[in-house]
Nanobody
C-alpha cells in the first residue's frame, strides 16, 4: 500500500508562487498532480515518469508549473509560478503503475493523497 501526503498549500496573491510537495511511503512507478475546484470536476495538472525524464502538463498550466521527483527522498514536487485566481483548488498527489499515466485520466492512478488547499487571491 502506498500512502501519499501533500504539503505546501496556502494563500498567495495572483502572480505569486507556491511549491507543493508529496511525500510517499512506498514506491510506485509514476506520479501525477490533480486539482479540484469547488463545484468542478477533478482535473489533471501534471505527471512525471519513474525516471523523472518525462513530464506532462495540462495546457492551462504549461509554462507556469513544473513537476519533479526525488526518488532518493521519495518526494514529488509541484512548483507553481505566476499563479492565477483560477488555479484555486484542492491539489492532490496520485501514484500508479499504468503506462497510460501520461493521459491524465484519473482511472490510471491507484493511490491518492488527501489533498492540500491552494488559494490564489486577485
Amino acid at each position: 500500500q502506498v500512502q501519499l501526503v501533500e504539503s505546501g498549500g496556502g494563500l498567495v496573491q495572483a502572480g505569486g508562487s507556491l511549491r507543493l510537495s508529496c511525500a510517499t511511503s512506498g514506491r510506485t512507478v509514476n506520479y501525477g498532480w490533480f486539482r479540484q475546484a469547488p463545484g468542478k470536476e477533478r482535473e489533471f495538472v501534471a505527471a512525471v515518469s519513474w525516471s523523472g525524464r518525462n513530464s506532462y502538463y495540462a495546457d492551462s498550466v504549461k509554462g507556469r508549473f513544473t513537476i519533479s521527483r526525488d526518488n532518493a527522498r521519495n518526494t514529488v514536487d509541484l512548483q507553481m509560478n505566476s499563479l492565477k485566481p483560477e488555479d484555486t483548488a484542492v491539489y492532490c498527489c496520485a501514484g500508479g503503475s499504468s503506462s497510460n499515466y501520461h493521459t491524465g485520466l484519473s482511472r490510471f492512478y491507484d493511490y491518492w493523497g488527501q489533498g492540500t488547499q491552494v488559494t490564489v487571491s486577485s
